[in-house]
């Protein structure tokens, strides 16, 4: 069992930056392939970022792409996601999630496909 914990998100202006940052105990951080997700008031959970076991592959929606860093520091058990240039559309619940299996198709990560879950940090992106 992993726990996640997210953290970082807020109220900002359009063209700032946020990190979030997303905490882990339980099993070992680095068995997993971790992964950021977000939901966008009425819209369904989409995939934003991925990064595999030791921080070296990364995969990223094309809307954040130039945009968005996904990283990991395994020695202390946190993902991370730095948003830069931030955009109202960027506004939504922020969640990462753990994976056995690390993707080499951006396409297959999906609910179905993580295994842990954390509960999200809203970030607001004001125009």
């Known amino acids: 069992q992993v726990q996640l914990v997210e953290s970082g998100g807020g109220l900002v202006q359009a063209g700032d930056s946020l990190r979030l940052s997303c905490a882990a105990s339980?099993?070992?951080?680095?068995?997993?392939?971790m992964a950021w997700f977000r939901q966008a008031p009425g819209k369904e959970r989409e995939f934003v970022a991925a990064?595999?076991?030791?921080?070296?592959?990364?995969y990223y929606v094309d809307s954040v792409k130039g945009r968005f860093t996904i990283s990991r520091d395994n020695a202390k058990n946190t993902l991370y996601l730095q948003m830069n240039s931030l955009k109202p559309e960027d506004t939504a619940v922020y969640y990462c999630?753990?994976?056995?299996?690390?993707?080499?198709?951006?396409?297959?990560?999906?609910?179905?496909?993580?295994?842990?879950w954390g509960r999200g940090t809203l970030v607001t992106v004001s125009s």
């Open positions: 999630a753990a994976s056995n299996i690390f993707y080499s198709d951006s396409h297959y990560y999906t609910d179905n496909s993580m295994i842990y």
């Open positions: 339980g099993r070992t951080f680095s068995r997993y392939a």
């Open positions: 990064i595999d076991w030791i921080g070296e592959v990364t």
